[in-house]
């Protein structure tokens, strides 16, 4: 954790307090690890008296069976969990930092704890006055009014309008009326979509810094209203709640991929996007279309690898036709099986420009979903499957398989303002940065013009 030592009796109050208040939640989680215990004596033979044993905290939201190899396993049914004592909206709070830097602690290990610079407000993540709150970054508002909107007390309302000032500048960016396709990027996997009228933002992650160096696009640089934000899966750094929350009160609708057979492993987006206040969630598999607007078609791009091999359903890539133009997002698409989007290629035609990562090296599978394991995973096998998308030979066999004429790598953690959530520090002589060095010079090498995307990017795609 980064936090001093000064700290210990804070982190201690904060331990006490989530064992007393989060008791149900914590007594779920036990709850499923005995139900693993119980399954792993399922001999192939009729579950049905099982469910006599099954612990009184999941009794009535799972159901229990077996794949094709005789393995038994738990599908919760999500809708009751969240209408359960398990889902807590009463333990979600915001906490307002005040100083515009990108430093961070990172999100995945270090409690945020009340500072004198900061304002901790406890609402429901779903809750209108965070909306209220969001707004009043981009538009002026009335001092009175927003303290009056805010369940806030009068020492946090005072720091809060202290650290306040008025917007000096458009309250956001006009949308894009020329000819084509424009894609701003905004770092990270995050791209904002624009042309006919229609703007599409992929992967939420946007700077709140603008006067930081260095130079980036950042919440003002986004159009009043977001046709539609896509997000292609579940990990913290492309479905990334803070700017989800901010960015709400803009969006007509949220396109997610499809969410599998309620496992512990790969729970369900829509569900948890409509649990904080997200009013029109659709769901998209692969080959899929919704129509954005009158001029914008979005397909579901097969995403295949990047999650240690574990069965994740609610994973996609996305094509976007817009302006007269055809753009592929690859996202962190490993490209395990090069046939699959041969295949795909084939249905959904060539791409005047796709944009791809490429952690090539990856975390181990533990680092992000080691504690949803009954047991602890080996070190041999955790080091062996990871969290990682294309090398070079990969994401170049899918420039191929479109036969795109421009190819855009994601920095993948090189700006500083995406640290805390990725908690990465690559250098020129990483392996990931000597793959991407040799996939721009291969495409360059097939006349496919290529460059790695870093803290901002604006370009205008015309049809060929």
Not at 92 to 108: E, N, Y
Request: charged letters at 20%; a negative charge; hydrophobic letters at 45%.
């Amino acid at each position: 954790m980064e936090l001093g030592v000064d700290a210990v009796d804070s982190v201690r109050q904060l331990l006490e307090h989530t064992t007393r208040e989060c008791a149900a939640v914590l007594e779920t989680a036990k709850a499923i690890i005995e139900l693993d215990g119980l399954l792993e004596a399922a001999d192939g033979t009729a579950l049905q008296p099982l469910y006599a044993k099954v612990p009184a905290r999941l009794a009535g939201v799972i159901e229990l069976f077996y794949d094709l190899g005789h393995v038994a396993h738990i599908r919760f049914i999500e809708p009751l969990l969240y209408r359960s004592d398990a889902y807590r909206e009463q333990d979600q709070r915001l906490s307002i930092q005040f100083g515009a830097h990108d430093r961070r602690p990172f999100i995945l290990s270090t409690p945020r704890l009340p500072t004198e610079s900061s304002v901790e407000l406890q609402v429901p993540f779903s809750s209108p006055f965070i909306d209220v709150l969001a707004r009043a970054r981009t538009w002026p508002t009335d001092a009175d009014v927003l303290m009056n909107a805010l369940p806030i007390d009068g020492v946090g309302a005072a720091k809060l309008l202290e650290a306040t000032e008025s917007p000096s500048r458009a309250p956001a960016a006009p949308r894009f009326e020329g000819t084509g396709m424009r894609v701003r990027y905004f770092g990270h996997a995050c791209v904002l979509v624009e042309g006919s009228g229609v703007s599409v933002l992929v992967d939420p992650f946007v700077s709140f810094s603008g006067d930081a160096e260095p130079s980036r696009f950042t919440i003002h640089d986004i159009p009043e209203r977001i046709d539609a934000v896509l997000l292609s899966h579940g990990h913290q750094d492309h479905a990334l709640i803070e700017t989800l929350l901010q960015l709400r009160h803009r969006v007509d609708l949220v396109v997610v991929p499809r969410s599998g057979p309620g496992t512990l492993v790969d729970p369900s987006m829509r569900l948890w996007l409509e649990s904080i206040g997200f009013l029109d969630v659709v769901e998209i598999s692969e080959l899929q279309e919704v129509s954005i607007g009158a001029g914008c078609t979005v397909v579901g791009l097969p995403f295949i690898g990047e999650h240690a091999d574990l069965a994740i359903h609610t994973k996609i890539a996305y094509a976007i036709r817009l302006g007269g133009c055809h753009l592929g997002l690859g996202i962190d698409s490993s490209n395990d099986d090069p046939a699959v989007y041969v295949r795909t290629a084939a249905i959904v035609g060539d791409f005047d420009a796709i944009l791809i990562g490429m952690e090539c090296v990856g975390a181990p599978l533990p680092w992000l979903y080691g504690p949803l394991f009954a047991h602890s995973v080996p070190n041999a096998l955790a080091d062996s499957r990871r969290l990682a998308a294309s090398d070079a030979s990969s994401a170049l066999a899918i420039v191929d398989a479109f036969h795109a004429r421009k190819a855009y790598v994601y920095a993948m953690g090189f700006e500083p303002w995406t640290h805390h959530i990725l908690a990465v520090d690559l250098r020129p002589d990483s392996r990931q940065s000597l793959e991407i060095d040799a996939f721009l010079l291969a495409c360059r090498a097939r006349g496919v013009e290529a460059r790695m995307l870093l803290h901002r990017a604006d370009f205008v795609l015309q049809s060929a």
